[in-house]
């Protein structure tokens, strides 16, 4: 008889043990994981610009670590076209890796306007013919973009340069 209650005991403080360890785990994962909260969604400020080429040092021959400098007018872009003459822009760029076809090249960027200046750094992959491109980081500002946060998209035709700029809020 006293081998069967220990028995019973034995399952009964088991089962006690177990649901207070369920429970326990349950409240803890409860109070870990408080269910998230919706956040407002933030809404990024996009301009759309467009660079033309005036000026670069490029070498004609590129090997890793070359560098040169590009200056551009910059233009609103509107519907495809160029539209207002809004500012220039200026690169200082560095080749850290170089195919037979492509350059990959470090580069950072001033864009500047009548409102002040973005300013961005990234990573281009160059290709010797056709449509290239990339994101870059925008690092700061001045002015009206002064504490600038969020990033660039540009694609590279030719002497034109498609920018697509998104601040963060």
């Known amino acids: 008889m006293l081998r069967i209650r220990a028995r019973q005991l034995s399952a009964a403080v088991t089962t006690a043990a177990m649901a207070m360890t369920v429970?326990?785990?349950?409240?803890?994962?409860?109070?870990?994981?408080?269910?998230?909260?919706?956040?407002?969604?933030?809404?990024?400020?996009?301009?759309?610009?467009?660079?033309?080429?005036?000026?670069?040092?490029?070498?004609?021959?590129?090997?890793?670590?070359?560098?040169?400098?590009?200056?551009?007018?910059?233009?609103?872009?509107?519907?495809?076209?160029?539209g207002k003459k809004i500012g220039d822009a200026t690169a200082h760029c560095s080749a850290v890796e170089v195919t037979p076809h492509s350059v990959v090249a470090q580069c950072q960027s001033v864009l500047r306007t009548d409102d002040g200046s973005i300013t961005v750094s990234g990573t281009i992959d160059h290709r010797r013919s056709g449509t290239y491109g990339g994101d870059a980081a925008i690092t700061g500002g001045t002015g009206k973009y002064e504490d600038a946060e969020g990033q660039v998209e540009a694609v590279f035709h030719g002497d034109y340069a498609k920018l697509r700029v998104k601040l963060d809020d």
Not at 59 to 65: A, E, Y
Request: charged share 20%; net charge positive; aromatic share 10%.
């Open 23 to 82: 429970t326990g785990a349950l409240a803890f994962t409860a109070q870990a994981a408080p269910v998230p909260v919706p956040k407002a969604q933030s809404k990024a400020k996009v301009l759309n610009w467009l660079a033309h080429k005036h000026s670069d040092t490029m070498p004609r021959v590129l090997s890793k670590g070359s560098d040169w400098t590009s200056y551009a007018y910059l233009y609103d872009l509107k519907k495809g076209k160029p």
